[in-house]
């Protein structure tokens, strides 16, 4: 992919780009919809994601070249907030806008972004986009961040030029993580601690072949709902609240708010339980809460869909298999699977024509190793 960025910079602009970063996607193994009820997650970069090739202008002039929408587009510094410009370029306009806004001097540039994060699939490619040109500003403008303050303003990106009320989970993962480990993130504190992923055990990914839909709409009804039953129990997130309380406040909650705060609760104590079980190395256990987080998803707080219900059934009956469960924010998209590592080839051959005898969609399976976060790859 850095050639492919590179190659790509080269025919947009003619010469070759002085500034290359990279940010990785990710997959959440455990811990859903958690990061803005001020909670507990843990995913891993995965070794795809998005480069940037860059070299900055000396006059108010930005291009922009994108490989996977085959388009170039031109605009001023004066149209960083100009919502006309294609919906792909407001990643560059809000991290350029943002990174000024504090205080940081930075000059225009000629960029190309190229991307293998397969989009809609809930593995966070608008993320590493995001992550990949806040290196790539902060390069420019001679600057450091701590990957907690990247992921925060990448998240401001999502809220303010995106259009979603995201939490901190996939800017915070594509920027902090390390190789060969999932990251523990506490997203009240943004502190993070690395987990191992055992050897011998391996992190698939299925992607359905269904893209996610309405996930905007439904998105922000979560949210609220998370909000509203926090301030009936009385906390100000429902990070705060414990199972005994859930209960106890049933009726004012009414249905829908008490099976979203349920989940909530019992998500963020499996969270902290598998990076706990995965740290010594026990596949079995965090394979059952992860189980028990897809069946949570699905009853409680509602987010799974029917070919995410269907797979995940057949890879739990799939010899090797630990767990598996929907991964992101749901509505389509990719689910995960905890596999023996020596079970992963007849995994793949067992589910692949399953789930096209039932669905008429071809899954696409990957196995992933735990990637580094992002980074400058290189500048002058
Ligand atoms: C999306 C959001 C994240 C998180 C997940 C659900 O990926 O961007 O912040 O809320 O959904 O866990």
């Given at each position: 992919m850095r050639d492919v960025v590179t190659a790509a910079f080269e025919s947009a602009f003619g010469p070759t780009p002085t500034y290359l970063t990279h940010a990785p996607g990710r997959v959440n193994l455990i811990g859903e919809h958690t990061d803005y009820n001020d909670g507990f997650v843990l995913p891993m970069a995965i070794g795809r994601g998005v480069w940037v090739a860059a070299h900055p202008r000396t006059d108010d002039q930005f291009r922009v070249h994108s490989v996977d929408y085959s388009d170039t587009i031109s605009f001023s510094r004066d149209q960083l907030q100009d919502s006309t410009l294609p919906h792909w370029t407001s990643h560059v306009r809000g991290v350029w806008y943002l990174l000024a806004q504090q205080g940081m001097t930075l000059p225009t540039a000629d960029i190309a972004i190229a991307g293998n994060v397969p989009i809609g699939a809930g593995l966070s490619s608008s993320a590493a986009i995001e992550i990949s040109m806040i290196e790539l500003g902060l390069a420019l403008a001679n600057q450091h961040m701590t990957q907690a303050q990247k992921a925060l303003l990448g998240v401001e990106v999502e809220h303010k030029f995106m259009g979603m009320p995201s939490g901190v989970m996939d800017q915070m993962t594509s920027a902090a993580s390390s190789e060969g480990h999932a990251i523990l993130i506490d997203?009240?504190?943004?502190t993070t601690r690395p987990i191992h992923i055992p050897d011998g055990v391996s992190v698939i990914v299925i992607d359905t072949a269904k893209r996610r839909q309405l996930v905007g709409s439904a998105y922000v009804d979560r949210r609220r709902q998370c909000e509203e039953a926090a301030q009936i129990i009385g906390v100000s997130h429902l990070r705060d609240a414990t199972i005994e309380q859930v209960e106890a406040y049933k009726n004012q909650l009414e249905d829908v708010r008490y099976r979203r705060a349920r989940h909530i609760v019992t998500e963020n104590a499996r969270t902290l339980e598998a990076a706990d079980a995965l740290q010594k190395g026990d596949a079995v256990a965090t394979g059952k809460l992860m189980n028990a987080s897809h069946y949570s998803m699905r009853?409680?707080?509602?987010?799974?869909w029917a070919e995410a219900d269907l797979i995940t059934e057949m890879a739990r009956n799939t010899p090797g298999c630990f767990g598996a469960r929907m991964t992101g924010g749901g509505f389509g998209g990719c689910c995960v699977a905890l596999v023996s590592a020596n079970a992963v080839e007849g995994f793949t051959e067992k589910i692949t024509p399953l789930y096209q005898a039932e669905t008429h969609l071809t899954p696409v399976i990957y196995a992933f190793q735990p990637a580094a976060g992002s980074r400058v790859i290189f500048k002058p």
């Open positions: 997203c009240r504190t943004l009853d409680d707080f509602e987010i799974s």
